[in-house]
């Protein structure tokens, strides 16, 4: 297998704050207010939710051009929502600037079930911690 992503998080002195490298980017995660954080960056599930919407962004562009279909200016929205129970759902919506012929929008839809990050959140996921 290849590495196809990957992430350091350096704690910082303040409860929750960290420093993500990923590659040339530095960034700042942290927890909101009411969880003790003091709102610095994005949490965990932010990221999980960014992850999908731009996967989400670029793979429509990315389809739209081998296409040559102009979808215009969009955006994608995703929400991920989580209960006492522990159900867990995310809610992504994509939003065109220009109106969308209803064929158009199956395609589109069915691109965005087929995205990267899409496909990886649907199946399990083997995930191995080490403390070294």
């Not at 709102?39 to 793979?59: E, Q, R």
């Not at 867990?88 to 065109?96: L, Q």
Request: proline fraction near 5%.
């Amino acid at each position: 297998m290849s590495i196809i992503a990957s992430a350091n998080v350096q704690t910082l002195p303040e409860p929750w704050k960290g420093e993500v490298s990923s590659g040339i980017h530095q960034y700042l995660t942290d927890k909101p207010e009411a969880f003790g954080g003091h709102d610095t960056g994005p949490a965990p599930y932010d990221f999980l939710s960014a992850s999908l919407a731009s996967c989400t962004m670029i793979t429509l562009r990315m389809y739209a051009k081998h296409k040559d279909i102009d979808l215009g200016e969009f955006s994608v929205e995703v929400e991920f929502h989580s209960n006492r129970e522990q159900q867990e759902r995310i809610e992504r919506r994509v939003i065109f600037k220009q109106p969308v012929s209803q064929d158009l929008k199956e395609k589109l839809l069915n691109v965005c079930s087929k995205t990267p990050v899409t496909k990886t959140l649907l199946r399990s996921l083997d995930i191995q911690t080490m403390i070294v």
